[in-house]
T-cell receptor, first 110, second 114 residues
Framework: RKEVEQDPGPFNVPEGATVAFNCTYS??????FFWYRQDCRKEPKLLMS???SGNEDGRFTAQLNRASQYISLLIRDSKLSDSATYLC???????????FGKGTMLLVSP | EAQVTQNPRYLITVTGKKLTVTCSQN?????MSWYRQDPGLGLRQIYY???????DKGDVPEGYKVSRKEKRNFPLILESPSPNQTSLYFC?????????????FGPGTRLTVT
């Protein structure tokens, strides 16, 4: 099982749609979890941290299920500007290494 | 303004010619790291440093060296570059403590080795 695995993309959705990204991780000792956004040929940027209780930031909701080693990101009311690659990221035990998933590309069309 | 700078942004070089990519951060972060990003492989960590004079290998350290003589700088050194090191490189600077986490990436260095 790969360390951090994400849905293969791309996801093509119309504006206004709700889209969900899933991610699984293999190391049960992982400490923290994040979603990053990366625009084409640009650096990744932290979108949000993921907490066990679930957390929301505007149109974005992140969930963590430690028992299933599963992380999700939900985007409601998609905008054209949401088009990007979304990376699932896991911080390992000992807070020493970040492992990135390969990313899922989202394309929002008018 | 929080910032991670990398230089150069673009570099075309030949096999075997030593090069250094510089990375500097202005946030006083202790943790810095280098990644390479390749199509289909995602971001892979090359080296990381948890503080001055403390460095460790990431997932793909072969062919690279780093140093951390001062907190703000973390250069990546390719002693003898080869074509398989053609890639997009990112430096990152991070902090986590309690419930706070922040990480910033540099703008990237696109390296081509011929």
């Amino acid at each position: 099982r790969k360390e951090v695995e994400q849905d293969p993309g791309p996801f093509n959705v119309p504006e206004g749609a709700t889209v969900a990204f899933n991610c699984t991780y293999s190391n049960s000792a992982s400490q923290s979890f994040f979603w990053y956004r990366q625009d084409c040929r640009k650096e990744p940027k932290l979108l949000m941290s993921v907490y066990s209780s679930g957390n929301e930031d505007g149109r974005f909701t992140a969930q963590l299920n430690r028992a299933s080693q599963y992380i999700s990101l939900l985007i409601r009311d998609s905008k054209l500007s949401d088009s990007a690659t979304y990376l699932c990221v896991v911080l390992g035990a000992g807070y020493s290494t970040l492992t990135f998933g390969k990313g899922t590309m989202l394309l929002v069309s008018p | 303004e929080a910032q991670v700078t990398q230089n150069p942004r673009y570099l075309i070089t030949v096999t075997g010619k030593k090069l250094t990519v510089t990375c500097s951060q202005n946030m006083n972060h202790e943790y810095m790291s280098w990644y390479r990003q390749d199509p289909g492989l995602g971001l892979r960590q090359i080296y990381y440093s948890m503080n001055v004079e403390v460095t460790d290998k990431g997932d793909v350290p072969e062919g690279y060296k780093v140093s951390r003589k001062e907190k703000r700088n973390f250069p990546l050194i390719l002693e003898s570059p080869s074509p398989n090191q053609t890639s997009l490189y990112f430096c990152a600077s991070s902090f986590w403590g309690g419930s706070k986490y922040e990480q910033y990436f540099g703008p990237g260095t696109r390296l081509t080795v011929t």
